[in-house]
């Protein structure tokens, strides 16, 4: 059997708040595209198909679109899970026709132990699970970790095992050993949430999500497949991407996906940033973090930068603090809070406050002191 490996859509997320939605679908088709072109029997979600529990109702448009052309359209089986990202109560809502079109969606632990059924595979669905949850299912109060959790998951489903099959795990956790980026909500407490990849091992391939890079983990049959869509600049030098599954002969390949607007560093001076014998050379529209090596003061600086960039990210100074052509004040410490908050607001704005600040800036310091007593 051949599928298409994939997770971590995250529909409705925003980067720096800027609307991903157009890049989403963007890597959306190159997805559909490549399920078309590689001939997979299935496509394989591996969780947070949305950004948050309660989606707005754009972002739940746009994935529905997805779905439907991907299952009704385009008649690929779809195999997902929920992720911690998403509401399963809510992303279940319809599952009860959603078999009869193979689109398998499981939202709970309980769903997890009843494999899906193809010609020679057999697919474990596991949604993202609290360890409470198994506690609870399994009725054993020594649960306490994912980890004792998924022993016991993971031998409920080998009972289940056809040895005439294949067997594929489908889930949404942090693999211990696993690196991480800023953009993934961690939800590991005191290591609460890693699993180990030995408990992995009775299954032929192990799709995860979680995680949005795919070297985030270096195991042969326990992959993550990363995020199609970059989301912070730490995801910068990722390629982004999807896996092409073969179980028998298994076979694994990576397939990139190309951006409609990258996640890159600039880093240089803003006499360069600014010339437009530089600037040309640059695809002005991504995404971008800038680090300004100059030390100066540049007033407006990110305003004259956006004239040039309009989709800055970030700006900071790579080697620093800014140097001022001033000397920096010196606090006396022996006027009253109320004088000092008044020259510092000066100092700031190169103006006085008016009464009304005046009035809310003694209000703001009467509560402080009383906080403070």
Known sequence: ??????????????????????????????????????????????????????????SVTQLDEMLIDLNLKQHFPILAISGNHDSATRLRTGSR??????????TKLSQALTPIEFADTQFFLLPYFEPFEARRYFEDDQIRTAEAGMIKIVAAMQAKFNPAKKHVLVAHFFAAGSEHVDSETQVTVGGLNAIPVGLLAPFDYVALGHLHGKDALHADRVRYSGSPVKFSVSEAQ???GVWIVDTDPFKIE????????????????????????YYQQQKQDDYLAIRLTDKRVIPNVMQALREIYPNIIELERADGPVLTDTATAQIDPTLDPMTLMTQFFEQMTNDEMTAQQQTWAAQALTAATKEDN
């Open 254 to 277: 990576f397939k990139p996906l190309s951006p409609e607007r990258d996640v890159r560093v600039l880093e240089n001076d803003f006499a360069t940033l600014t010339n437009p014998q």
């Open 238 to 240: 990722q390629q982004k």
């Open 97 to 106: 026709w959603f078999k009869e079109t193979k689109y398998y969606l499981n």
């Open 1 to 58: 059997m051949r599928f298409l490996h994939t997770a971590d859509w995250h529909i409705g997320k925003k980067l720096h708040g800027f609307d991903l939605s157009e890049a989403q679908t963007h890597a959306y088709h190159q997805i559909r595209q490549l399920a078309i072109d590689e001939q997979v029997d299935a496509v394989v979600i591996a969780g947070d198909l949305y950004d948050r529990a309660i989606p707005n109702e754009k």
